[in-house]
């Protein structure tokens, strides 16, 4: 019995099909590992165990800030470059001429900033960030002896101004 249909195979769509599903998985898996090498896993620290041993300070920095009654209003300017910060604590509390003000991205360290703030005339602390600030960052102020920090949370997409009351201390 002759066959009516005597294409070779490599001419059939069927073989290509089937072939195409396990083809896209190895360039997709060269393609992972590409990036697997070339980029840095920025979310790694490189050492847990002295980490894991400031977080006493840390939390010993921020009962200060909360035991001096520190509040600070943080806006950003027009550019969004330009820092004005505001920072109230009881009377008996004596404030710093330089504050340090740290940005810290979620998940890329390449972003994060570093703002030595200065009082001016008018009792404002002013810097200027490096790259404007956008999405969600982990904020904290300190003063430069780093006595005393506050810390908190903000996404400068859903807001240009941000409170760091005392009373809100993470424990991280």
Do not use: C
């Not at 008018?122 to 810097?127: D, F, K, R």
């Not at 005393?148 to 993470?170: F, H, I, Y």
Request: proline share 5%; charged share 25%.
């Amino acid at each position: 019995m002759p066959i009516a249909n005597s294409k070779p195979w490599y001419r059939e769509p069927w073989p290509w099909i089937l072939m195409a599903g396990p083809a896209i998985v190895v360039v997709a898996g060269f393609i992972t590992a590409w990036l697997a090498i070339s980029s840095s896993d920025g979310l790694v620290d490189d050492d847990y165990y002295k980490q894991g041993l400031a977080v006493n300070q840390r939390m010993a920095r921020s009962d200060a800030a909360s035991g001096l009654g520190l509040a600070a209003e943080v806006v950003v300017g027009d550019n969004g470059l330009d820092l004005r910060l505001f920072l109230s604590a009881r009377e008996a509390a004596v404030l710093p001429e330089n504050l340090v003000f740290k940005t810290v991205h979620p998940t890329r360290a390449g972003a994060d900033q570093s703002v030595l703030l200065k009082r001016d005339s008018a009792g404002l602390y002013v810097g200027r960030l490096t790259a404007a600030l956008r999405g969600r960052w982990h904020v904290s102020l300190e003063d430069q002896e780093r006595k005393w920090r506050l810390t908190g949370d903000w996404n400068t997409d859903k807001a240009s101004t941000l409170q760091l009351p005392a009373a809100d201390v993470r424990r991280d």
